[in-house]
């Protein structure tokens, strides 16, 4: 079983700099990776709805 190491890191940290520094690092750090792809053309032109698989299923 594997642990992230942000997660091993964290009462770390909130020991440090304060619980709420912490958590409102981790957030702000969680909307950029989440926003981040946003800027790659190739996965903004993904459109939603479109795919159709091209492989048949045959049951024996």
């Known amino acids: 079983m594997s ?17 709420a520094a912490v958590a409102m690092t981790g957030g702000a750090l969680t909307v950029v990776a989440m926003l981040l792809p946003l800027l790659l053309p190739a996965l903004r032109r993904i459109e939603l709805g479109t795919f159709k698989a091209n492989y048949t299923f045959k049951a024996n």
């Open 3 to 19: 642990i992230p190491v942000g997660h091993l890191s964290v009462p770390i940290l909130a020991a440090a700099f304060g619980t």
